[in-house]
């Protein structure tokens, strides 16, 4: 069974950068090859920040992310980490990640298994 443990969110002012990362056990190559950050804020639904495959390391990224976040990973650590620069106000949310045999692209997404998530909070 697939466990993920986020950590690194905290509070930061608006400009500020915060690394988050999630840190998989149970891992098994063939059920979870894709691993993804969502996000959800208060009374706002569920949205897609980004993904990456363990093998090829292939990134997708939602739109709004225009460049200020950056999805990556450590195989020898199982880890997966979401450098967010530039944070803005709206950025505050919990951020979770997931892991999943299917590609994780877009807000859409359903299923795999996912972690409690890490609170980032951005002040103006």
């Known amino acids: 069974q697939v466990q993920l443990v986020e950590s690194g969110g905290g509070l930061v002012q608006a400009g500020g950068s915060l690394r988050l990362s999630c840190v998989m056990s149970g891992r098994s190559t063939f059920t979870t090859n894709y691993m993804g950050w969502f996000r959800q804020a208060p009374g706002k639904e569920r949205e897609f920040v980004a993904s990456?495959?363990?093998?090829?390391?292939?990134?997708y990224y939602a739109d709004f992310v225009k460049g200020r976040f950056t999805i990556s990973k450590t195989n020898a650590k199982n880890t997966v980490y979401l450098q967010l620069n530039n944070l803005k106000p709206e950025d505050t949310a919990v951020y979770s990640c997931?892991?999943?045999?299917?590609?994780?692209?877009?807000?859409?997404?359903?299923?795999?298994?996912w972690g409690q998530g890490t609170q980032v909070t951005v002040s103006s």
């Open positions: 990456i495959t363990w093998i090829v390391g292939t990134t």
């Open positions: 997931v892991a999943s045999s299917v590609i994780i692209r877009g807000d859409s997404f359903v299923g795999g298994s």
